[in-house]
């Protein structure tokens, strides 16, 4: 079992970067592929990003691809979101996940953070 916890929401303005950072526990954890979720008020969670623990292949939704960048250090048990040329529409609660494999479906994550916030100006 693997427990997750984010942290680097925060207020920025259009066109800032942020760096979101997530923490695992748990003896397994450079086992799981990890994965970064978003969830705006009155959306769905959205898929944004996810590693791969096998091959350490990476995966972005056309929405943020080009402008974030999904990393993992297992020696540190933390996957991080580089976050740039933030935009309005990207406002959101930010949620890290674990998985078997890489997937854009919520439902194939068993573990998830309490999420963070971040929320972008015009």
């Known amino acids: 079992q693997v427990q997750v916890a984010e942290s680097g929401g925060g207020l920025v303005q259009a066109g800032a970067s942020l760096n979101l950072s997530c923490v695992g526990s748990g003896r397994s954890f450079r086992t799981y592929t990890m994965a970064w979720f978003r969830q705006a008020p009155g959306k769905e969670r959205e898929g944004i990003s996810c590693?791969?623990?096998?091959?350490?292949?990476?995966y972005y939704a056309d929405s943020v691809k080009g402008r974030f960048t999904i990393s993992r250090d297992n020696a540190k048990n933390t996957v991080y979101l580089q976050m740039n040329s933030l935009k309005p529409e990207d406002t959101a609660v930010y949620y890290c996940?674990?998985?078997?494999?890489?997937?854009?479906?919520?439902?194939?994550?068993?573990?998830w953070g309490q999420g963070t916030q971040v929320t972008v100006s015009s």
């Open positions: 590693i791969s623990s096998s091959d350490g292949s990476t």
């Open positions: 996940a674990t998985g078997p494999l890489p997937a854009w479906l919520a439902s194939e994550y068993a573990y």
